[in-house]
């Protein structure tokens, strides 16, 4: 089975979107996994006079831990799915949050921000060229402006690779089967084996031109699977450690 690109996946997530919250509330840690995540981009002030993109937002998660992590910050949120964004959408949101129907590709070219920060959470394994979304980003972020990539990517480990495996034969895949959209989860399985290790993610990072490019774990049983990256537009906070 082939990956799932562009509109067919966009189509997938559509198709999934009535019944993902369900299917992630059932792993452990999830949403506090993404508000940690968002916590690491250590935005000052509460985000008091900012502006944040969440890239590839989903039915809201992400947004919602943004939000935690900097409640008063300006949000823009984005993603492909139009499903998705509907059940976004449903839900309750302050003012300063907004949704806009558009791909990874299409926000560069959206006359928007530029931004203080962008949050990307499940993204980068699931288009079609990563270096061309990262440089996207990097044109619509301030200098000195932080990323935070919120990803599954293996850590090189054999015994990382086997879990994850473990996990999406035992788990993933039958409770995405059930609902109907067994191909959409065999897309998730199948994606982060193919999808860059931590070292490799790390080295696109620099390759694009970010800076104090660093890694930090995320704990219980992703540990090596899940991460979160951490970066800069230029040379402002090169060399701080994620805590």
Known sequence: MTLLRDHDLARAFDHASHSYDRLTALNPGYRTDLLRSARRLRLPRAGAGLHILDLGC??????????????????????????????????????QVRFQHLTAEEVATAEEGPYDAVFAAYLFRNVTDPDDVLGAVRSLLRPGGRLAVHEYSLSGSAVHRLLWTAVCRGMIIPAGTLGGDRELYHHLWRSVLGFDTVPGFTARLTRAGFTGVRTAPVAGWQTGILHTFLARNGSAGAGRSAR
Not at 58 to 65: F, L, Q
Not at 76 to 81: E, G, H, K, Y
Not at 82 to 89: D, F, T
């Open 58 to 95: 989903g039915t809201g998660a992400s947004t919602r831990a943004l939000l935690r992590a900097a409640p008063r910050a300006r949000i823009t949120a984005v993603d492909a799915s139009s499903g998705m964004l509907r059940r976004a959408l449903a839900k309750p949101w302050p003012r």
